[in-house]
């Protein structure tokens, strides 16, 4: 599998972290951010990764089950994040969740007919203070309400 | 790329670590270094490792993950003199609901935490270090990746730092979501490379910690506060607090209340001075019903314990715990089964499944919450609940188990009228 230039420069960096003979410590790191490029871990991707880490493809696989923010399947462009947990809950967490699936037509890990969107609620993603937070790809948005999540949502949209 | 603060600071604070949030710039070096950057560092250089252990224990500064252990002790604990590599590792895996601290010392302020590490590496003769960041902090992966590599560009990591001679390598290392990965052994697993399942204790990770080394493992906001404790002194940033719980922590409070946020306040500061004045009370001057203290492991406290000082020992005593510093407010309104359900509803997704009291135990607590709040409350579910979460406690590797029973058996024995009260809906 070839990756572009600059996930290839930080595969390089990241293999080159880890003591002499520990290239399995490489696993995680690697998934996540080939995933990012990959749209969904792939069995090829699978092989990839145990190739360059040297372990095992059954060793790789064992955890992406794991982690929760590694998918076989691909999400949409834009991941829909949002919290429920107990800070978000307390300031609308919930009803923002509900409201976000009315908004996209879909439900908990499902992705928009035209794989633009996909949503999950979320468990606690460290924006408590500034609640409810949403997050989408990775950008953090805080003290988000139905309206504001309406034109995040409208904005990017109109972008792609 | 720090921007404006999240939320407004309060002149109530007391700014040690936190003081350099707000400046312009203040992530990058030349700022950190013309605000008392790398003095601590220096001063550390020219004491002997016994010596940097002494004033950590003398500030009297506990872990701020959340167990509050020693950190001059669990630093005495590595074995200087190991024929083995020595490694330090920084837990940024901030997954404790209500907390969200760790993020602001690592965006504002990441070279705090970095001196800290180095003065670390001093102490324990170590020259690697890991920064195990959650995978949902990215942006925050990212930003670190750019501080480092100034780092490495102007010689504060990599070869002879500051011309002291001392080596140091720190690389970040990104999670993908897993609470449980906080747990500093599970952390060490994952890093690894592996699923990230706890580890059986012990050996403790001073001893065999990371790739079977020793291996020195803190909180990113216990490290950022090395720095002043060096600078100052052990014994004026224990002065800061109360005895045995030294300086000043990074308090997150959230919830019911009108100026939500991350305020520094020195522990043994008063809880209730600090929801009423730090955080402006409680919306529509409702009354307060319950806290979390620390974050969502820790036992919740009605509304008539809430007046005391917030100290590791003081909240012991009552039986509860400081935990990470995530304090969530629930005013009058607040439907304790509701939050029972959404806190088991996290332990439940989040045990990792390696110990069979955490997986079944918050899997049924998950299914008879959500029957009782769907309107299927039986009379002998509360003592269920309860029977249930005390059998979970200390039969785990884990704190996770013990971390979902807590607030539990908090909530039905302080909170049954409220299970009572949808009892009689229901019926």
Redesign the interface.
Known sequence: MTFSAQLEERFAK?LA?Y?EG?R??????L???AQDETGAVTPELIAEVAKR?E?APL?VD??VG?????HRKPQGKYHVQVC????C???GGTELYEHAMKKLGIGHKQVTSDGQFSLEE??????????PAV?IN???H?YVTPEKLDQLIDAVRKHS | MPTKLYNEPSPLETKVLSKRFGLENSHILDVYLANDGFKAFLKAHQMTPAQIIDEVKASALRGRGGAGFPTGLKWSFVPRTSPKPKYIVINADESEPGTCKDRLLMEYDPYQMIEGILIAGLAMDSHKGYLYIRGEYRYLIDHMDRVIAEAYARGYLGKNIAGTGFDFDLYTHSGAGAYECGEETALLDSLEGKRGIPRMKPPFPAVAGAWASPTLLNNVETFSAIPPIIRDGGAAFAALGTPKNGGTRLLCISGHVNKPGVYELPLGYPMLKAIYEVAGGIPGGKKLKAVVPGGSSCPLLKADECDIPMDYDTLAKIGSMLGSGGMVVLDETTDMVKFALRIMRFYAHESCGWCIPCREGTTWLKKILTRFDEGGGRHDDVALLGELSKNMLGRTFCALGDAAAMPTISIVDKFAEDFEKRLMVAV
Do not use: K
């Open positions: 990241i972290s003591p520990r399995r410590s490489a696993v995680v790191p998934l996540i951010y880490c372990v060793q064992e955890v794991y982690y929760s923010m590694l429920t947990n107990i800070s809950m307390l300031v979320v468990e606690c993603m460290g924006a408590c203070s500034w609640a997050e990775y950008d953090f805080h």
